[in-house]
């Protein structure tokens, strides 16, 4: 993530782009280079026959992003731009640790 500092156009070190013709100068909101991920996800769904709960592939979005509320990881469906979490700096450090400690209990 950015130390706060800027670059001369206003944005920050990392950023790698924002949309120009809907932002003023300095730019409103900023967008690091995103990481792409191929996870499984499980999906429910009831039919008449019952619940199921079918697994399936889908793409998810990974990028440091800064507005004006600050700065925060963004981490969501690459299909679904409504289903996504939007992680502080420490909650994504606690996300992090706690997937660290799920994988080794798996081991």
């Not at 191929?38 to 039919?47: K, L, P, Q, W």
């Not at 800064?66 to 909650?91: H, K, P």
Request: proline share 6%; net charge negative; hydrophobic share 35%.
């Amino acid at each position: 993530m950015d130390d706060g500092s800027t670059t001369g156009c206003g944005c920050p070190p990392w950023c790698a782009g924002h949309d120009d013709s809907q932002e003023p100068r300095p730019p409103l909101g900023h967008r690091g280079e995103p990481i792409m991920l191929t996870v499984v996800e499980r999906r429910y769904a009831f039919f008449s026959s019952g619940r199921t709960d079918a697994l399936a592939t889908t793409e998810f979005v990974v990028a440091a992003e800064q507005d004006r509320r600050g700065s925060y990881v963004y981490l969501g469906a690459l299909e679904d731009v409504g289903r996504f979490f939007a992680l502080t700096r420490d909650s994504a450090r606690l996300l992090h640790s706690a997937l660290g400690a799920a994988l080794t209990s798996m081991e």
